[in-house]
């Protein structure tokens, strides 16, 4: 944890900035904005349910709203970093840094960039693709995450009596 004091002229005034960044399996499991002195990432607070063989989109904004088509890297990720679902730098899909289960089934929405908000849509959807999914943005120095939760809907073959 990172902390630092900062007072204010003559008024005396003095409060202190910390951030601390936790392991991601020691966040909760649900989409809550994470603050630094640049902006905050969020995602929807309840789980993004698809049907198998449908398609399903994750999005993510920045708070305050700001044109992301610029921003230097979003990556969509399972649990660790590397496992990369989407990977957006130098305004081009890193398509190398992609899991083989995602090659051609995922692309980046990109209508509301402008209004700070990005998402990846996946296509297929699969019972394996149901789970956590984590988005990064960073600019510079400052990177922020939210975490999403996917569900892949399943079909009931028998019926309950």
Known sequence: MGCTARSKGNLYISFRVCSLHLPVSLQPLIATPVS????????PSDPIVAAPGGEAILPCSVFPAMNVENMEELR????????????????EEQKREQLPEYSQRTSLVKDKFHQGTAAVRILNVQAPD????ICHFKQGVFYEE???????????????Y
């Open 36 to 43: 630094t002195e640049e902006f905050l990432v969020f995602g």
């Open 76 to 91: 969509w990720f399972r649990s660790r970093f590397s496992e990369a679902v989407l990977v957006y730098r130098d305004q």
């Open 130 to 133: 149901s789970g956590i999914y």
């Open 146 to 160: 939210a975490i999403l939760e996917l569900k892949v809907a399943g079909w009931l073959t028998d019926p309950l």
